[in-house]
């Protein structure tokens, strides 16, 4: 039995719902390895060898050894090397992904990839942070700084989810990197690589935690008709 | 920390997959009420006091005694009285239940609602149970038997979903009853109550249990495009 926790939902961003609704204490009560954003949409959230790390929208990298730092969304699970499928990948790059995994039959389950090696190219944005009253997603999405580099030598982790979940959390393939040295993160935009190894955990359990104590959250408007549009636009990674 | 705990999803039953992928002895692990269906849409399931109930599409109800029949769709929770709200009810029907509970605000958590008493009017339907290969949940819709009782005693069980989660689950809200006499149980299509009781209750988590070994669920084509108009269709209840 395999889990994959989820704090909040992708939905509740684009409903502006920014504030931080678990601690990263909390989360790492849930597993090891995993992403998400920070209070206010503070940077990207990358959690490995359970330890949490933020990438800021000026493109540094900090380790938060703050265990009381808030998350609104984030997704985490324990690495299972052992339940999960080994990896080498000759050759790879994000827009062949999903084909050279088509034998594993990943589009109706939840599933984990962790892929670390010397990437030949990677391409990152990172979101900045909002105050209140915060805007949606779809508006914040509009101005984020990108990153890239090349060469460089880092972990690839985060999730793959079924279509039918897009919403709750982002549809596909939604993935972070964190470089070796602690220098360069974000959230996947494109990657290529050769001779990278890793792991691809497919999971029997989604277990969505809500922050149902939260006022705000209790009665925001979830605006349904526009969320397919808004997530593509700001989340859209490759199916 | 309270669960609602859903094995196969509301999406699948579109996609033709209603192969029985989980026992009734599996299920009551994670609760003692609840609802679903069974194998092929064998009529309605209905989990009360960790028993297991099936209404056939004939109208009749049958207590399930053989823990291993199995289910393709169900939901289920431990009920517990002492952190749920009481909800004495001194006229309710189902076109007002919303406006009813709107102080609880619902509509952006997964909540459970069970409520016993005698009922002036309950209109059910049932599902009529299909045989391989399956067609999609949008076709047996068209064709379900329903039956209709009043002033009869029961309880009125289900939950309600957020409507970001319609797909995975039936949005707002989905409700099945059953007569304290097993003569009369279904999924509810209206209802009319007087001085009924009972509680409500709000769940911090939503665990997602997929049939990840079952080779049809991994390899079923889901139709995202035509999924919410299939589900209005065969689910739609009130929001």
Same mark, same amino acid.
């Given at each position: ?5 989820? +704090? ?7 409903? %502006? ?42 493109? $540094?990298? +900090? ?22 499928? $080994? ?26 990839? $962790? ?7 990677? +391409?990152? %944005? ?5 105050? $209140? ?53 974000? +959230? ?29 959250? %209790? ?19 490759k199916n």
């Amino acid at each position: 039995m395999t889990t994959i926790y989820q +704090h909040g939902t992708l939905a509740q961003l684009v409903a %502006r719902q920014m504030s931080g609704t678990i601690t990263v204490a909390e989360m790492l009560e849930h597993g090891d390895t995993g992403i998400g954003t920070f209070e206010g949409l503070n940077g990207e959230a990358i959690f490995l060898n359970g330890e949490a790390y933020q990438a800021d929208s000026t493109g $540094k990298v +900090h380790h938060i050894t703050d265990k009381q730092t808030t998350l609104p969304f984030a997704s985490i699970h324990f690495d299972q090397p052992e339940a999960s499928q $080994k990896l080498p990948f000759k050759k790879i790059k994000y827009s062949n992904l999903t084909q050279n995994l088509k034998d594993e039959q990943l589009f109706n389950v939840f599933s984990a990839l $962790k892929l670390h090696g010397e990437f030949a190219h990677v +391409h990152v %944005r990172i979101v900045t942070k909002q105050e $209140k009253p915060y805007p949606s997603l779809l508006q914040v999405a509009e101005q984020q700084p990108e990153f890239k580099a090349d060469n460089i030598t880092g972990t690839l982790v985060g999730y793959y989810a079924p279509k039918v979940f897009g919403g709750p959390t982002a549809a596909g393939w939604h993935l972070h990197f964190l470089s070796d040295d602690l220098t360069f993160a974000g +959230h996947v935009l494109d990657f290529e690589a050769t001779d990278v190894d890793g792991t691809l955990e497919v999971f029997d359990n989604f277990l969505q935690h809500l922050p149902i104590n939260n006022a705000d959250f %209790r009665s925001m408007n979830q605006d349904i008709a526009g969320l397919d549009k808004a997530i593509e636009a700001s989340e859209g990674g490759k199916n």
